[in-house]
Structure formats: structure tokens, C-alpha cells
């Protein structure tokens, strides 16, 4: 049973940083490529950041580039997402996804301005 677990949310004034984590169990998963997509209310789920399996390639949305930085530890089964200079318009819902069929619970990001 494949099972994402996100971990680090929290409130947070602008300006600051907060850093999430992902720990996968079920899956092989030095062989997915992961990512982290929100979900703002009343928005649709918006695609943030992805990493490739091996680590070697990041995506991230133009709203995040330069903020947010992806990264992974495939010893621990975990992803990681680092988010600084934070900013109201961050405050979602943030999903862990291994790509492309499972996703996490989700973990609560909320930004005060």
C-alpha cells in the first residue's frame, strides 16, 4: 500500500520560510519522479514544483521560481520542499504527488500578511 505522508506545515508570517516533507512507504521511490502541488480555497490544485527520480532536474512554477526549492533524499524515502520569502498568496493546501498516481494527504500552509 503506497502511502505520502507531508509533514511541516504551519502558519507563518510573510516574509518567512517554513520547509515541508514527504516520506513515502509502498512504492520504489528512487524510481518516481515527485512533485508538490496546492490548493488555495475556492481554487483549483496548481501544479509548484517537481523533481526528477534521480534528483537531477527541478520544475518549478513561475510563482515560485527563485522561493521554493525542490529537493530529495531517495536514502530516506523523502522529498523535501523549502519555501522562503513567503507570501499570503501561498496559503494552500500542499499535496505531495508521485507521479503520476499518488498523492498525499495534504498539509496546511497559511501565510499572514
Known amino acids: 500500500q503506497v502511502q505520502l505522508v507531508e509533514s511541516g506545515g504551519g502558519l507563518v508570517q510573510a516574509g518567512g520560510s517554513l520547509r515541508l516533507s514527504c516520506a513515502a512507504s509502498?512504492?520504489?521511490?528512487?524510481?518516481?519522479?515527485m512533485g508538490w502541488y496546492r490548493q488555495a480555497p475556492g481554487k483549483e490544485r496548481e501544479f509548484v514544483a517537481a523533481?526528477?527520480?534521480?534528483?537531477?532536474?527541478?520544475y518549478y512554477a513561475d510563482s515560485v521560481k527563485g522561493r521554493f526549492t525542490i529537493s530529495r533524499d531517495n536514502a530516506k524515502n523523502t522529498v523535501y520542499l523549502q519555501m522562503n520569502s513567503l507570501k499570503p498568496e501561498d496559503t494552500a493546501i500542499y499535496y505531495c504527488?508521485?507521479?503520476?498516481?499518488?498523492w498525499g494527504q495534504g498539509t496546511q500552509v497559511t501565510v499572514s500578511s
Open positions: 504527488n508521485g507521479a503520476p498516481e499518488y
Open positions: 509502498g512504492l520504489t521511490f528512487s524510481s518516481y519522479d
Open positions: 523533481i526528477s527520480w534521480s534528483g537531477g532536474s527541478t
